[in-house]
């Protein structure tokens, strides 16, 4: 009986030593962390935790934002988890676009009970097209003369006010609202996403579309071009009906997967939510919108000569290469990052001044920005011109001939000859880009050239294939004549 006494005491004693000796270790550890010689954020700081950090989201993506557009239109069951989502719209239908204030009290206090600006716009979702956006929309203008890409169908808006319709930019509508007061507006998308491929053997893919909304406030100056606000989504538009038909393919289609497949796709919500992304560069140009006039004298382009003559139209301006100077100021750097497309690492570098950025080596900015974002961005700061693949100079025969004419008796006829060439950079050597390059040179639309010869020997004309272009020699001179067509009111274009 005594053994069997002591036992228990005995395991009771061991336990209770073993608690305390387990609270001592645990208070040891404690104490050792407490007073420790680094912390998270130290390690955080080492250089191989910086590319990951890079690619975490901005602190702004968990915030409320100021503004919210809601499309009212459903998205595609169609779309894979964490892609963007896709809208079909129907042409020429009005949409609703619930503008919607999302402030906290106190936030923004400066635009409250006053009106804001916001430029609303449909543009090219596809990084290529966005580059020759002038170009696409000149041609879609020829082909549809006096129609608008986008519209506002004011009627049915609600709590806009002062709309405009620039009738040079045909893709851009723009209005005043109160975001303390119901705002809805109303659009409509008259052009279909085929307008814009490239023909293949027996069916086309249309291309998205991006609908965004930049809002801004009033400066000093009484002038919008504070910015506030920029958000879009991504949509596809089909002939009318067409966009019925699509969403209810994509859902008969999703109804047939194995469960597990449905799984790897969003649901279709009823309404569409603008997501937040960067604001949309304004880039200004003169729209050539009467049609080309031509020369039945000369039979030749109206091109102008030095600084321009009376039947020359104004060619469209393209923008100045935006290349970041020593001079700007953190604010300046913010906004020069904002327009090239490198929104995620302003924060990053939100007290670097133009220097402070220019003074990165490659390594730097690559071990900061991660290898793909951070050579564009180094590029984008060295302001690299990637060289064109082909150069090749013309000048109008008329031109030559005119300018042969007048000869001194007593004077070198080849040092007072003149003659006035512009420049064709080709990028893809193909007779199609060449016939772009040229009707843009001479403000006129591409449909207007219909075949394009090079003279060979004994003056027989070539036809110029993509293979001949190819065969070019770089910086080649070429004279350039015109041929009307007497089948139809366009021309043939002649290279000597």
């Known amino acids: 009986m005594a053994w069997a006494l002591k036992l228990p005491l005995t395991d009771e004693v061991i336990e209770s030593g073993l608690v305390q000796d387990f609270d001592a270790s645990l208070s040891g550890i404690g104490q050792e962390l407490g007073a420790g010689a680094y912390s998270m954020s130290d390690v955080l700081a080492l250089p191989i935790f ?30 894979k988890l964490h892609d ?3 809208t079909y719209l129907n042409q020429g239908q009005s949409y609703e676009i619930r503008m919607l204030d999302n402030r906290k009290i106190g936030e923004l206090p400066e635009i409250t009970d006053k009106m804001v600006k916001s430029i609303l716009r449909v543009v090219f979702h596809d990084r290529r097209l966005q580059y020759t956006e002038h170009q696409q929309l000149e041609g879609w203008r020829w082909n549809r003369p006096g129609d608008r890409i ?34 809805s507006v109303f659009i409509q998308v008259h052009c279909i996403s085929t307008e814009f491929t490239m023909r293949k053997h027996g069916g086309e893919k249309g291309v998205p579309f991006r609908v965004q909304i930049d809002t801004f406030k009033e400066n000093e100056n009484e002038e919008y071009t504070e910015h506030l606000h920029s958000a879009s989504c991504q949509v596809k538009v089909f002939k009318p009906k067409g966009a019925d038909r699509k969403q209810k393919t994509d859902r008969e289609k999703m109804e047939k997967r194995a469960p597990q497949e449905k799984e790897k ?36 382009f109206p091109v102008a000569e030095g600084n321009g003559s009376p039947t020359h139209q104004p060619e469209p301006v393209v923008p100045v290469a935006d290349n970041l100077l020593p001079t700007a100021t953190p604010q300046d750097a913010q906004q020069w990052l904002l327009r090239n497309r490198f929104s995620p690492f302003c924060r990053l570098f939100t007290n670097f001044s ?7 080596t490659r390594e730097d900015v690559i071990q900061i920005c991660g290898p793909a974002d951070g050579i564009r961005l180094y590029n984008a700061l060295k302001g690299r011109v990637v060289r064109p693949r082909l150069t090749i100079y013309v000048c109008q025969e008329s031109q030559q001939a005119r300018e042969q004419q007048p000869k001194p008796e ?27 390059k040229i009707a843009q040179l001479f403000n006129i639309s591409p ?27 770089d910086e080649v001179c070429l004279v350039l004549d015109t041929m009307k067509d007497d089948t139809n009111d366009g021309y043939h274009i002649i290279l000597k």
């Open 447 to 473: 449909r207007l050239i219909n075949q394009i010869f090079k003279q060979g020997p004994t003056g027989i004309h070539v036809l110029v294939s993509d293979e001949m272009i190819q065969n070019f020699q």
């Open 84 to 86: 963007e989502t896709l």
């Open 265 to 300: 796709y969003q649901p279709s919500y009823e309404t569409t939510i603008l997501t937040e992304c960067c604001p949309w560069p304004e880039v200004t140009y003169v729209s050539n919108s009467p049609s080309p006039a031509f020369n039945s004298t000369h039979n030749s």
């Open 150 to 183: 986008l519209d506002l169908d004011i009627p049915m808006s609600v709590g806009i006010i002062d709309p405009r319709a620039n009738p040079t930019q045909l893709n851009t509508v723009e209005f005043l609202w109160d975001p303390s007061k119901r705002t």
């Open 410 to 436: 007593n004077g070198d006829a080849a040092a007072n000859t003149f003659f006035v060439y512009h420049a064709i950079y080709l990028e893809e050597l193909t007779s199609s880009e060449l016939t772009e």
């Open 50 to 79: 910086k590319q990951e950090e890079s690619n975490l989201p901005p602190d702004s993506d968990n915030k409320i934002l100021p503004f919210q557009y809601v499309l009212c239109a459903a998205t595609s069951p169609a779309v």
């Open 354 to 360: 133009g220097a402070d950025l220019l003074k990165l």
